[in-house]
Structures are given as structure tokens and as C-alpha cells.
Nanobody, 123 residues
Framework: QVQLVESGGGLVQAGGSLRLSCKATGAIVSINAMGWYCQVPGKQRVLVAGITSGGSTNYADSVKGRFTISRDNAKNTVYLQMNSLKPEDTAVYYC?????????????????WGQGTQVTVSS
């Protein structure tokens, strides 16, 4: 079963750090662009950081200089290092990726979302 499994969320004080992980599991041939999104109740899910298959990155203005996205292709994993956390960073964080998989007879690509991991920053 192909899926994205997230971990690393939790409760942290303002100014602290967390590292989120998102691992793609299953019969995966390749991973295209991956990204981290956040969502709070009553608001739309928005992009926090993205990384291409070649390693190029982009960030929301609100997290530039504080968050770093990276990927380890050998482990099929993307990370979000979150430093200098602020209460306004509190949200559920979701991983997203297009994954190319092999069924045993053919290839196909499908978009996947992780299950979400809660990040809470206290003041």
C-alpha cells in the first residue's frame, strides 16, 4: 500500500524547534515535488514549503529564515526543520507528493496526502 506517513509534531514553547518527517512507503519508483502544508480550523490549507525532485526549494514568506525543507531520496523521506517557532505557527501540518509507483505490470502516478501532524506552539 503506497502512502505518506508523517511524524514529529508535538507541543513546544515559543522559540523552540521541531522536525517533521514524511516518509513515502510502498512500491515507489520515484518521487516528484513534495511539499508541506498547514491548516487551522476554519481556514484553507496553505503551502508552507516545497521542494522539487532536483532539490530546489521555496517557502512561504512567514517562515523564510526559520524553516528548512529537505529530502532524502534514498529514504523516500522529506523533512521540515522548524526553528524559532511562534504561536502563529500552530496548525496541523500535512505532507503532499506525487508518487510514481509500479504495480508489477505498469507504472502510474498519483497524488498523496499524509495524515497530518499537530504542531502546537505555546507562548
Amino acid at each position: 500500500q503506497v502512502q505518506l506517513v508523517e511524524s514529529g509534531g508535538g507541543l513546544v514553547q515559543a522559540g523552540g524547534s521541531l522536525r517533521l518527517s514524511c516518509k513515502a512507503t510502498g512500491a515507489i519508483v520515484s518521487i516528484n515535488a513534495m511539499g508541506w502544508y498547514c491548516q487551522v480550523p476554519g481556514k484553507q490549507r496553505v503551502l508552507v514549503a516545497g521542494i522539487t525532485s532536483g532539490g530546489s526549494t521555496n517557502y512561504a514568506d512567514s517562515v523564510k529564515g526559520r524553516f528548512t525543507i529537505s529530502r532524502d531520496n534514498a529514504k523516500n523521506t522529506v523533512y521540515l526543520q522548524m526553528n524559532s517557532l511562534k504561536p502563529e505557527d500552530t496548525a496541523v501540518y500535512y505532507c503532499n507528493a506525487d508518487l510514481q509507483v509500479y504495480s508489477g505490470s505498469y507504472y502510474y502516478t498519483k497524488n498523496y496526502w499524509g495524515q497530518g501532524t499537530q504542531v502546537t506552539v505555546s507562548s
